[in-house]
């Protein structure tokens, strides 16, 4: 049964175009099946984590991350009372703004858009399910609910400020009241976003031989997670073993989130969505002992995984492919897609064609970034 501080169907603020209300699946129901036929959707499958696509087929992709993220969020929202399809819709849908190579193709792109008003992948995201993706006769976008677009918004917490100009100009058409917090439903799909990747770069880092299972080992939290396997099961293989530890590390995780939730839940007394957004502070967070354990193992990751040699080197190989694409397109808008060149011809001046062609690369995978880039280079007489 749902609490009472659970986001209801029944209470939702609609759509910014009014639909017909379907006859056997909820608004949320609906927006997360909408999420999952999106095209934006399916070319996670081919969007990197940490390592480039084509490296291997074990490591994580944006795909298997979004799914990961969405099993730990039910999880979570399941035994906290909470609407379970619209944290799903809301943990599918988290990265769909993500370009190509991981954060160091947002890296880039921000880099170039600094001119044209930047790049931020959560303003992007919302670019898309409202405009980007073209299917629907009546609309631009997936016509999602309010609470939905409201959590992709402001899941990591109120947007103040200036705002990413992706953002501000759907904002100024629907607002989404970003100085307040998001639902509970949306807050856990942070969090759980948090939860997958700490738990499995852990795993990718291994397989890549980045650092040892000793090393492990020797981490906050990990300590306690392989002694209790080596007392447990004596003498367990290299790849048993750490898995084991791997998984008690990922509960221990999941447990730690939905204790600290249900005190503070307790604490403000909320009794509607509305006290969640209104509490002042997030309500579906870590315990700070273990925020600080989580911290160590982040920095432990930092400097032995996102800093490798190889994958620095790998960084400024894929920078110099989206720094290569940008000026091209920007020179040649031409070359680029007919149903793109459709909205050049709508803009004016070099920000709108910039934004296009932003929204174009940030839309690419990483093998058709690749692909482009060497056909790129070909044409150009470069090696």
Known sequence: MDAAYASKPGESRGRLWPEDISTFRSCWQRDRDRIIHASAFRRLKHKTQVFIEHEGDYYRTRLTHSLEVAQVAR???????????????????????????????EDALEALMAPYGGFDHNAQAIRIVTSLERHYAQFDGLNLTWETLEGLAKHNGPVTGDLPWALA???????????????????????????????H??????????????????????RDCFAEVDRVYPGLNYYRRRHEALRRFFGILVEDVIAVAKTNLAEIGADSAADIRHAGRPVICFSRALWA????????????????????????????????????????????????????????DETGLARIVSDYIAGMTDRFALQCH???MKENGRP
């Open 201 to 222: 770069d852990l795993h990718d880092g291994l397989r890549a031989e980045l650092f040892s299972t000793d090393e492990l080992a020797g981490l906050p939290i990990l």
């Open 293 to 348: 354990d989580l911290n160590v193992i982040r920095k432990f990751l930092f400097d032995r995984m996102y800093r490798a040699p190889s994958v620095v080197e790998m960084r400024a190989e894929v920078t110099r492919v989206i720094e290569d694409l940008f000026p091209f397109f920007l020179a040649h808008p031409d070359r680029l897609p007919k149903q793109w060149r459709k909205d050049v011809d709508d803009v004016s």
């Open 374 to 376: 060497a056909e790129f």
């Open 75 to 105: 999880t979570i929202a399941s035994v906290l009372g909470l609407n379970g399809e619209l944290t799903e819709a809301l943990a599918l849908a988290h990265d769909l703004g993500h370009p190509p190579f991981g954060h160091t193709g």
């Open 169 to 199: 100009e759907y904002q100024a058409r629907h607002d989404l009241e970003l100085d307040t917090y998001a639902s509970a439903e949306a807050q856990v799909a942070a969090i759980a976003d948090d939860v997958a990747y700490n738990h």
